[in-house]
């Protein structure tokens, strides 16, 4: 057992996959990037807001204004292409990781899990010789080139896969996606109009197929990709899977990154007659494939070695947090996010804040549309955390505006997965003098389905 | 190709099997169970929608516009006491019918920003005088945009003295006669056209446009008919009650931003624009969201049907508008508790629209296009 886990990590192993991986991800981030740029989104998310939700512990990530904006898509577009390419690679893909990464930081209106999983693939990638194989650095420095690398520069992002994979697979095992068909009983039929297959959508049972098959195939398919003897079915499976979510839900690039960076768990000879095909459309000069290995000096391996370890820790511990945190999961969001927990709730909100002057007992309602976007609007209503951030951006405008110690309350409204919208927040909480800690977060109401 | 066969195997049966699973588990019953069993006939819902809410509005919209113009023009061209009354009460009934017909601002309406050209108050005095004293008016002022429209018209009908009789003379005797009677054909004649021009798109290409976005999604039709319906209710809500009232002001009453100040039937149009949201959910008599809505198993807070909650609201609001009097500037200052009353049943209404009906109809409320997972 010991022996093959160190075999898996340490055994030398053809560099093919890692190059496919390479230009595939630097591919599918590049149409990435350039898609949102076209969508207008860095305008619409970056520089039309006023005001931004940052991560907790990073309210010092700024957007950088207009023209800093678009430099940094261009620099994303531009290393994006440098990754697939493989040209001065692990200068582009940290450039691109440390680009995405600040995006994402800004404000976690966007927050989506295909983003955290796109920075935690680039971050891995900072870390193996993907541009050793059939590159513009081999092809630049001949001298680079290697045929064969340690197991687990290919191994760790099968990992992580199967991690992302198996976790959301978990988080579906529970009432409303298995007993109550939720929320897919209301997404499914929303399809409706969908041309041959629109009129199952409305069925019941579908509901309950699809929330089925989702989580069996999330639970099992990194395992089944593992295996050489299941990987074909299963890899078929997986664009299956992707394409069908694609046409249902809006969930933009995310199908296509993951039905492209899953191909790593093909075998090399597969990987080697990918690249022989894309050498017919761009020729690298034609070397021997001499057996040439990739080795780290032993401080630089030990070093990321231990930051692996560190990173799949934290990987396989930070889904579990939320069991930290009473109350329902999907009702607080505490511990939801960076846990793979993709399409799970139908969560929707309408939150009035109100601010009053001590000084004078008047009090004002807030119109939300004047400091936030439609979309942080109601990505807040939803989120108690930014709901805690709202009412101190209201607090300090008030300030501003001479009102001492302003009181600000809440009155959300929110409905979970076909619940009827019922009270989310203590409205009588002053959330101007909360903080936002790591703890639980009290001024919840506790989450009572009267209805069922 | 064998193993294609068999994952194909593999799917079908796990299919199947997942399937019987459930039928036996979930008690799944039609018309009871979460999706219905035949699905909602959302394209009949749109046929509806455009036959006879929307067509018929702007049609009407059209006519009172129309006849508004033709009111004008009769007095501009030779002004007496009788074509001035004439010229309000169409005034009146081109600002009801508004009032059923802002719900739609998508399509050929939003192309046009049509909303903030015909409804943008409080009108901008100062400005109307300007141009009546330049004797120039640029429909595509940005500047003009608060002069203009029903509001600006509303001043001009009323807003200009104490009487019929001193208003009268300042289409007859003042200086500035000339002037003002050109820019009130102006302001007339731009309405006019506008809804023409709204109109004629739905009654052309537009329609089949409209009925064949039958999805879900922003850019469909449901969707955009639910956002915007959301977007008008919020106007309604804020600025025809909330901002005067003093909700967002901490306290501080604002009388003279009430809709239609100068022709004091603002309470009128509150109530014929909740009529108007109402009509819109429902779809009259035929398909409408109260149906769609009915289609699905939703529940209020307090467990009864969402769409009988949802209805039942909209009484409770109008109710609590009805102990209000016109006019709502006075109304607003010698009556605030029930004018407060009214705003919270509204503010209920709207959590309703604007929450719990998309919700269970699985349409996001969003202006944008952004991505989910």
């Known amino acids: 057992m010991f022996i093959s886990v160190k075999e898996k990590f340490t055994a030398q192993q053809h560099i093919a996959p890692l190059a496919v991986l390479r230009m595939a991800f630097g591919s599918i981030m590049l149409v990435s990037v350039i898609r949102f740029l076209l969508k207008g989104w860095v305008y619409a998310f970056y520089i039309k807001p006023r005001l931004h939700f940052t991560f907790y512990g990073f309210s010092w990530v700024k957007p950088l204004g207009g023209a800093g904006m678009y430099t940094v898509f261009a620099l ?16 582009a893909i940290t450039g691109f990781f440390l680009c995405f990464t600040y995006v994402e930081l800004i404000d976690k209106t966007t927050y989506l899990n295909h983003y955290y999983f796109i920075s935690v693939m680039a971050f891995l990638m900072i870390w193996v010789p993907a541009n050793r194989y059939y590159s513009a650095d081999v092809w630049r420095k001949p001298g680079l080139r290697v045929i064969t690398v340690p197991a687990w520069c290919i191994n760790i992002f099968k990992l992580q896969l199967i991690l992302v994979y198996f976790f959301a697979g978990i988080s579906k095992l529970n009432h409303d996606w298995l007993i109550a068909a939720m929320p897919l009983r209301i997404w499914l039929p929303a399809n409706s109009q969908l041309p041959i297959i629109g009129g199952l959508l409305t069925q019941t049972w579908v509901a309950y197929a699809f929330s089925w098959f989702g989580a069996i195939f ?45 191909i790593v768990f093909f075998s090399e000879q597969t ?14 000069k034609s070397e021997q494939e001499l057996d040439k290995v990739y080795i780290l000096s032993s401080v630089k391996s030990g070093l990321i070695y231990t930051l692996l370890i560190i990173h799949f820790t934290i990987q396989l511990l930070l889904p579990f947090r939320y069991l930290l945190y009473p109350g329902k999961l999907y009702w607080t969001e505490e511990g939801y996010r960076f846990s793979w927990r993709v399409m799970l709730m139908e969560k929707g909100g309408t939150a009035f804040f109100h601010v009053k002057d001590p000084a004078t007992g008047r009090k004002t309602e807030i119109i939300n549309s004047q400091y936030l976007t439609q979309f942080q609007e109601t990505q807040m209503s939803t989120q108690p955390d930014m709901i805690l951030q709202f009412a101190h951006m209201l607090a300090q405008d008030y300030q501003k505006r001479g009102i001492r110690n302003p009181i600000v309350t809440a009155e959300s409204y929110v409905t979970l997965n076909g619940s009827g919208t019922r009270l989310y927040i203590d409205s009588t909480v002053n959330l101007a003098t909360q903080e936002e800690t790591f703890g639980h977060k009290k001024w919840i109401l506790p989450f009572h389905d009267k209805a069922q | ?38 699905g909602f006939d959302r394209k009949g819902m749109l046929n509806n929608m455009s036959n006879n809410v929307i067509i018929p509005a702007y049609t ?17 061209t030779a002004p007496d006491a009788a074509k001035l009354t004439a010229a309000q009460a169409a005034l009146k009934t081109a600002y009801l019918q508004w009032q059923s017909t802002s719900e739609f601002e998508f399509g050929p309406a939003g192309d046009a920003n049509l909303s903030s050209g015909v409804d943008t108050y409080p009108t901008n005095v100062g400005q109307i005088n300007t141009n009546i004293s330049s004797n120039t ?12 429209g029903l509001p600006a018209i509303d001043y001009l009908l009323f807003g200009i003295g104490a009487d019929n009789n001193t208003i009268l003379t300042q289409y007859t005797t003042d200086a500035a006669a000339a002037n ?46 639910v956002n915007q319906l959301v977007y008008d209710y919020e106007f309604l809500k804020n600025d025809e009650i909330g901002i005067p009232a003093g909700t967002q002001s901490m306290g501080t009453v604002f009388p003279e931003k009430v809709q239609a100040y100068y022709s004091k039937i603002s309470l009128q149009l509150l109530l014929a624009h909740l009529q108007g949201v109402l009509d819109v959910y429902t779809g009259k008599d035929g398909l409408g969201f109260d149906d769609y809505v009915a289609s699905t198993t939703a529940k209020y807070t307090d467990g009864t049907p969402l769409n009988d909650a949802i209805l ?11 102990t209000l009097t016109d006019p709502l500037s006075d109304n607003i200052k010698t009556n605030p508790t029930a004018v407060t009353a009214a705003y919270a049943e509204l503010q209920k209404l709207t959590v309703m629209l604007k929450t719990d009906m998309p919700s269970a109809l699985g349409i996001l409320i969003t202006f944008g296009d952004t991505d989910g997972d």
């Open chain 2, 312 to 322: 039942k609201q909209f009484a409770t609001a109008k109710a609590k508008l009805q």
């Open chain 1, 271 to 284: 990987h080697l007659r990918i690249i022989s095909y894309l050498k017919k459309l761009i020729p690298a």
């Open chain 2, 137 to 148: 008016y640029n429909p595509d002022l940005l500047a003009n945009l608060s002069a203009k």
């Open chain 2, 180 to 225: 003002r009677k050109t820019l009130l054909g102006k302001l007339s004649a731009e309405l006019k056209a506008n809804a023409a021009k709204i109109l004629t798109a739905w009654n052309g290409t537009y329609k089949s446009t409209f009925l064949n976005a039958t999805g879900t999604d922003v850019g469909s039709s449901a969707g955009q008919m």
């Open chain 2, 1 to 38: 190709m064998r193993k294609l066969i068999y994952t194909a195997t593999v799917a079908v049966s796990a299919f199947v099997l997942i399937q019987s699973c459930s039928k036996s588990g979930s008690g799944n019953n039609p018309g009871n169970g979460g999706g219905n069993s035949t």
């Open chain 1, 218 to 262: 999330d639970l099992f398919i990194g395992f089944l990709l593992c295996y050489s003897s299941t990987r074909k079915p299963a890899y078929f499976l997986v664009v299956l899977f992707h394409l069908f979510t694609a046409w249902f839900f809006k969930i933009g690039m995310f199908p296509y990154i993951m039905i492209f960076v899953t």
């Open chain 2, 60 to 76: 009407a919209y059209q006519t009172a516009t129309t006849n508004l113009d033709a009111a004008i023009t009769a007095f501009t």
């Open chain 1, 76 to 91: 994303l577009i531009i290393t994006a292409i440098m990754v697939t390419i493989g040209l001065f690679y692990h200068a």
